[in-house]
Every structure is written in structure tokens, then in C-alpha cells.
């Protein structure tokens, strides 16, 4: 038997394996670059004129950070500036000359800085305690200096969705705070605007898109061998409900859109000591009545069900 003829219209096996990888890195693409321009037009993240200070750490987070944002400094209708930045902490067996040969081939504006916080964390870290927090304070500490040298505007941060929610849990477990990352912030020194562009993005595309792009990632030696952190435990959690209930992550997610401190316990955020009865039915409450006659409340319940469902 004659194998089926290939065509243009009939392409053969591999042909159409290539098309369809083609295809979903193409709609990858445009979802990523989708969400990330939301959350810059949400927050308003990026304003005409700004220097946009990239950390780049050799991570698929903050390789993919960079790429959407090239992309759309060059669609985008504002004109802002990005210079990459990569702190090296000097840690052993870091490959130093990756970053510089990926940026400098892109044509990407870039500035390395040279600060041993490696020896620093592993000397008042004791062995087998987790590193996470010394190394990011210290390596917060580097990188506000250097915007400040460079004329950057906003540092950028790689944080994604899931960052962002495991932080939540993190604080609430670990913590006893309601408290997640915030889009944008201003640094603790008070004269940074700190911007989290990927606060829409799923980890699994970031991932994916990482893979499609064949991005030189540089693992992290110094918390990659502490296999027990609570932030992976969390991670771990979050990942068994999305397997298990898919749609749960998303729903929690925009719950961080859509807060209502009348309804938690925090008396700073709403004046439960000055609460008086009004007399007047709330339209947006829980009940509608504003009769006691059943005849009268039903309709008005069963309106307001239909304006919540």
C-alpha cells in the first residue's frame, strides 16, 4: 500500500505535531501578554516615561517577565524604558557568563551586580534552617540601591499568581495575618514603586512558556536543597485542590479582588464599636425584608438570590 501523500493541506505526522506546538505556543503567547498588560492597565504599573528596572534571577518567572514586557514596550501606547538587572550573591558554581550572553544576544540593556550575600546567609543561617528570608531581605536591600544608581522608576518583580496565593495561605497558616503580595507597592525605603507585572499569570504557562522559549535557566543552589519549606508545603497543598476541584484556585483568587471587612474581625479596617441600628433595610444586605409579611419577603429573597447567582 502507497503512504498517503503529503501536502500542504495533508501534512505528514511531524509536520502537524509542529503546526499544533506552533499553534499553542502562539496562544500562550497571547494570553500571557494579555494578563500581564490587564494587570499593568489594573494598577496602573507602567507610565509614560518610566525606566522599568527588570530583576532578572535566572529563573522561568523573571525570563518570562522580561520577554512579555519587551514585547509590549514595542505595542504598548505609552514609550518606557527596561534595563534587565541580575544580582550575582556568589554562590558556588554559579554559571556568571549565562545571563550576559541571553541579554547581550536580545539586545537587552542590562547591568550585573557583584555582592557576596551568599556568604552572609550561610554564615548566620545555621545549617539545615531555612535561608529564604535573609537572602531576599538582603537581596531587597541590593537591588533598591541599585535603581536608585541607575534612574530606574519601577523595579519589576517575577511574582506570579500562585506566588501571590500561596503567600496568602502562608501568612494565614504560618503567620496569623490576611495578608497576600500586593500588585504594587512602594519599597521600604520609601523611594521605590515596586511592580509585580505576572499578579494575573498561572505558574503551569509560565512554565510552559520557559519551555517553548528555551530560556537558560540558572537553578538556585542555596534554597533549592531545603526540600521542606512551608512555602512548598503550601504549594503542595494548592496544586492537590486544583487537581481535585478545578476552578477553586481561580475562585480564591479573585477573592483577593473582593474583599469586604465588614465581614471579617479586623476593627482597624471597619468601626464595629460604632454600629448603630438604622432602622432602614440594607438593599445590598443578606435579607431583603423590609415587611414581615411572607407574601412580601419572599419576592424580595428570592430577588436577591437571583442577584447574587
Request: with cysteine.
Amino acid at each position: 500500500m502507497n503512504a498517503p501523500l503529503t501536502t500542504a493541506s495533508n501534512p505528514s505526522p511531524t509536520a502537524r505535531q509542529a503546526q499544533k506546538t506552533a499553534f499553542e505556543a502562539n496562544k500562550l503567547a497571547k494570553r500571557l501578554r494579555r494578563e500581564v498588560g490587564q494587570a499593568i492597565a489594573d494598577f496602573n504599573m507602567i507610565e509614560s516615561g518610566d525606566k522599568v528596572m527588570v530583576c532578572l534571577s535566572g529563573g522561568k518567572d523573571s525570563f518570562a517577565l522580561l520577554d512579555v514586557l519587551m514585547f509590549l514596550r514595542e505595542h504598548a501606547p505609552i514609550d518606557f524604558d527596561i534595563v534587565a538587572v541580575n544580582l550575582d550573591q556568589k554562590q558556588p558554581g554559579f554559571p556568571a557568563e549565562v545571563l550576559p550572553n541571553y541579554l547581550a544576544g536580545i539586545g537587552m540593556p542590562f547591568h550585573i551586580e557583584d555582592e557576596d550575600t551568599y556568604s552572609i546567609v550561610k554564615r548566620v543561617i545555621p545549617e539545615g534552617k531555612t535561608t529564604c528570608s535573609l537572602c531576599s531581605r538582603l537581596r531587597r536591600g541590593v537591588l533598591y540601591r541599585v535603581a536608585g544608581e541607575l534612574g530606574a522608576t519601577k523595579i519589576a518583580l517575577g511574582h506570579h499568581r500562585d506566588d501571590i496565593l500561596q503567600t496568602l495561605f502562608l501568612n494565614m497558616f504560618f503567620g496569623g495575618k490576611l495578608k497576600a503580595m500586593s500588585p504594587k507597592l512602594v519599597s521600604d525605603d520609601g523611594r521605590n514603586i515596586v511592580i509585580r507585572p505576572l499578579a494575573y499569570c498561572r505558574e503551569s504557562d509560565l512554565e510552559a512558556w520557559a519551555a517553548a522559549r528555551a530560556f537558560p535557566i540558572i537553578p538556585c543552589n542555596l534554597c533549592g536543597s531545603q526540600p521542606n519549606l512551608q512555602r512548598q508545603q503550601v504549594k503542595q497543598m494548592l496544586q492537590d485542590w486544583d487537581k481535585r476541584f478545578p476552578g477553586r484556585i481561580e475562585s480564591m483568587f479573585r477573592s483577593l479582588s473582593d474583599v469586604v471587612p465588614s465581614h471579617l474581625l479586623d476593627a482597624n479596617l471597619f468601626d464595629f464599636a460604632s454600629l448603630k441600628a438604622t432602622g432602614t433595610p440594607d438593599p445590598q444586605g443578606d435579607i431583603a425584608f423590609d415587611a414581615p409579611a411572607l407574601d412580601t419577603a419572599l419576592p424580595q429573597a428570592i430577588a436577591f438570590q437571583a442577584r447574587e447567582d
